[in-house]
């Protein structure tokens, strides 16, 4: 059974930095892109960053591109997010994602995967 447990969140306030870390287990994922995405109560769950299988490309919404940074060990079958200069606006759950894909819909690149993981509170106070 595939699990991805992530650690890592939790209260910091505006200007500050979290590392989530998410672990796999039940199955390697060293072939497949993993990536984090985020949900705020009563919203659809949204795309925060990539990283392709061998961690040579990455993308990122436009909303944290510079501030986070998202990284991989996949000897491991871990997958980070480095969170910097962090805003209230970031404050939400955010979920860890395996076998991720991107797809074009509208003209937008967008993305789904196969398996989530629990999700990770972040909370940004001002």
């Known amino acids: 059974q595939v699990q991805l447990v992530e650690s890592g969140g939790g209260l910091v306030q505006a200007g500050g930095s979290l590392r989530l870390s998410c672990a796999a287990s039940?199955?390697?994922?060293?072939?497949?892109?993993m990536g984090w995405f985020r949900q705020a109560p009563g919203k659809d769950r949204e795309f925060v960053a990539t990283?392709?299988?061998?961690?040579?490309?990455?993308d990122y919404a436009d909303s944290v591109k510079v501030r986070f940074t998202i990284s991989r060990d996949s000897a491991k079958n871990t997958v980070l997010l480095q969170m910097d200069s962090l805003k209230p606006t970031n404050t939400d759950v955010y979920y860890c994602?395996?076998?991720?894909?991107?797809?074009?819909?509208?003209?937008?690149?967008?993305?789904?995967?196969?398996?989530w993981g629990q999700g990770t509170q972040v909370t940004v106070s001002s």
């Open positions: 994602a395996a076998d991720v894909r991107s797809y074009r819909s509208g003209g937008i690149i967008r993305y789904t995967n196969t398996y």
């Open positions: 039940g199955r390697t994922f060293a072939r497949n892109a």
């Open positions: 990283i392709s299988w061998n961690g040579g490309s990455t």
